[in-house]
Structure formats: C-alpha cells, structure tokens
C-alpha cells in the first residue's frame, strides 16, 4: 500500500477526501492529514508518505513552499497539487518544484481516481531507484526551462480581451500554444502550463454564470485534463485549444449588456486614448466616463478582477513591447510615448511585469 498525506486547511475537504475515495482497492490508504505546512512537515517526518495532496493556498506555509521543503527532504515523495481555477498561475511554480500532478476544484471522486491512475505508474520508481534516478535529471531541466508562456500576462490579456470580445483573444492562446510546441508532447511541465489556459477559460466562464457544459458539444462528463490526454499532437492541442476560446467568446456575445458591462467598456476605451498621459489616474477615467471615482472601482474591479491602475499599467507595458520591437527608438522616447516621465522607472515597471528589463527584451528579440 503506498501511503498517502492529505494537506487542506479546510475540514470539510479533508473529510471528502478520505471518506469519500475507496483508497485501499486502489492501493493506497491515508495515513496522516495537516492543517498547514507546518503540520504537514511534521507529519511526514513521522509518517514518511509517498503520495502528499497539498492545496496550494494555506496559511503559514503555503503549498508551493511546503512542495520545495518536502522534496529537499524526502527525494522521492510523488506531490499533487490541489488548486482552484483562480490559482492557475502558480502551476508554472508548482511543476518548477517537482509536482507530478495537479486537480482542480472542484472536483469529483472519479476525477481523484484518474489522477491516482494516472500517477501510480511514477510510485514505483520513486519508492525504488536511487538519488540518480531519471526523476532528479528531470527536475534539475525543469527548473532550467525557457520560453515558456507567461501565464500571468496572458491572464491579463485574455481576461481583457475576453471582457471586450476582442479577437486578440485567440491570437493570445495561439502564441502560447506555439511556445509550448518547442517541447515534446506529453512534457509534464507544458502539459501543466496547457491546464493553466484552460484553467483561464473555466474561471472565466464562472465568473460569468456560463456552464461548464455548453463549452463543449461532447463528452460532457470528461474532465478537461481528459480531454487533453486524448489528444496525440501540438497542432491537435492549438485546434482544441482556440475551438474552446472561440466557444467562449461567442456565448459571451450573446449575453446582453448591463450598465455596468457598459460602463467598464467606456472606462476601458478611455484608458486606450489616454494611457500616454504620464498624469492618467483612476480619478482621471472615471471624470472621462462621468462617474463618481470610487463606484468606477467597484465596477472595475467587479467586471475585471484588476484594478484601474492595474489595467492602466497592463495597457502601457503591452505598448511598451510592441514599441521595442521597432529598434530605432530610444529607451526614454518609448517610456514617454507609454506615459512614464522616468525611464528608470519605467524600467522597473516593465522588469516587475515580465521579468527582464526593456534593454534585456530587446536583445532577446534579436536572437
């Protein structure tokens, strides 16, 4: 029997899991349970688990610390994450730690059982090979991987691009689907960064009351990562992936505008016309849009789950990057053409968005 560790902060979920899956006809029993990280480490001490369901967001020691420190202490321990859809972003450091596996919620027992099928053929290498086993070589090149997407900005691409049923939506999704191509199908770490856009898909559609079930015109009992797995190719991954967005723009477009959809879409408009104006605040767009400054807020942040200033600085650093791809403009005309006065501080700005700075961008474009 291989042992497993449960790691959730909330009872009732613990309880699900060990009640409601019939671990030893499938050759596992749950041999311990953790409220937090702190907990979890001790009992894994204790317990010495080859399988440890972890949710990511906890208090004291969140999931993606707890998955470093257990495989710095036990090598071979098999890690599944366990995440909402609003959490997808952390799947790029999640597979970065050694993670094998991951399950949304919510979920169901059959969902749980497939994943537990899906990771059993991995126990056994974990419970019998040696510190120079394939799995070490494997996590010391995950965490050397390049190219992938940034999940984080194509978030806010999409989300934006979805909320105004703009056609950069698909281009969005077709680009990071062509970053992941490098890699070989079946790559565990771009199978991880491929649930992550779906994952956008499904937290859009639930924000908007928009069922799971009308994304897809069949096999509406199958979970998305059985979708994916039934899959044999890139190109058959970019087909699915941009039939699944187009599904999602075309419900949106049949929904019927409200007065705050209406208002965001000004504010949003706003925003576009004015973004080179160094002085552009959220106080600024909502006088643009005639509305009190803090109800724009609300509605803002209802309708989009960023702030204005968030959207504000999204819009500049997008401008910002298509302008660096035409290399005849210096660094300090491109920052004031996207509303900075600074160009240092515009370097940080866009160092803090996508992890280089522009002079860095630049170059990395030339190769």
């Known amino acids: 029997m291989y042992k497993v560790m449960i ?10 899991l060990r009640i409601k899956i019939d671990w030893e006809s499938h050759g596992f029993r749950v041999c311990c349970e953790a409220r937090n990280g702190q907990e979890a480490l001790q009992e894994a001490e204790r317990h010495q688990p080859h399988l440890a369901l972890v949710d990511i967001n906890m208090p004291f ?23 909402g859809h609003n959490e997808f972003e952390y799947l790029q450091k999640a597979v970065r730690t050694g993670v094998q596996d991951y399950l949304l919620k919510p979920f169901n027992a059959e969902e749980m059982l497939s994943m537990l ?25 995950l965490h050397g991987r390049a190219s992938m997407p940034d999940l984080g900005h194509l978030r806010d691409a999409v989300v934006l691009d979805l909320r105004l049923k703009d056609s950069e939506t698909l281009e969005e999704v077709r680009k990071a689907i ?33 069922p799971y079930d009308r994304l897809w015109d069949e096999g509406l009992n199958k979970s998305p990562y059985d979708r994916l797995r039934e899959l044999d190719s890139w190109e058959a991954a970019e087909g699915w992936m941009l039939a699944l967005y187009r599904r999602l723009i075309q ?55 960023f702030s204005i200033v968030d959207h504000i600085t999204h819009i500049r650093m997008k401008k910002a990057k298509e302008l660096l791809l035409n290399r005849n403009r210096k660094l300090a005309e491109i920052a004031e053409s996207v509303g900075y006065s600074d160009p240092n501080y515009f370097s940080k700005c866009f160092k803090k968005r996508f992890g280089m700075t522009p002079t860095e961008y630049e170059q990395l474009q030339k190769r």
């Open 7 to 16: 790691v959730d902060d909330e009872p009732l979920f613990r309880d699900f």
């Open 178 to 210: 062509q970053q992941l191509s490098i890699y070989k199908w079946g790559d565990e770490y771009a199978d991880a960064m491929l649930m992550g856009i779906v994952s956008l898909a499904l937290s859009f559609a639930s924000e908007r009351g928009i």
């Open 251 to 305: 419900l949106m477009e049949n929904m019927h505008s409200t007065k705050a959809s209406n208002l965001f879409a000004a504010a949003i408009t706003y925003i576009e016309e004015h973004y080179a104006d160094t002085e552009l605040s959220a106080e600024q767009v909502s006088c643009g849009v005639f509305v009190d400054p803090s109800y724009l807020r609300r509605v803002f942040r209802k309708e989009s789950g």
């Open 61 to 83: 020691i969140d999931g993606i610390e707890l998955a470093e420190r257990l495989k710095v202490k036990f090598e071979r321990i098999v890690i599944v994450f366990i995440s």
């Open 117 to 141: 099928e899906r990771i059993k053929p991995k126990l056994p290498v974990f419970l019998q090979e040696s510190e120079s086993t394939e799995w070490g070589h494997g996590s010391e090149a």
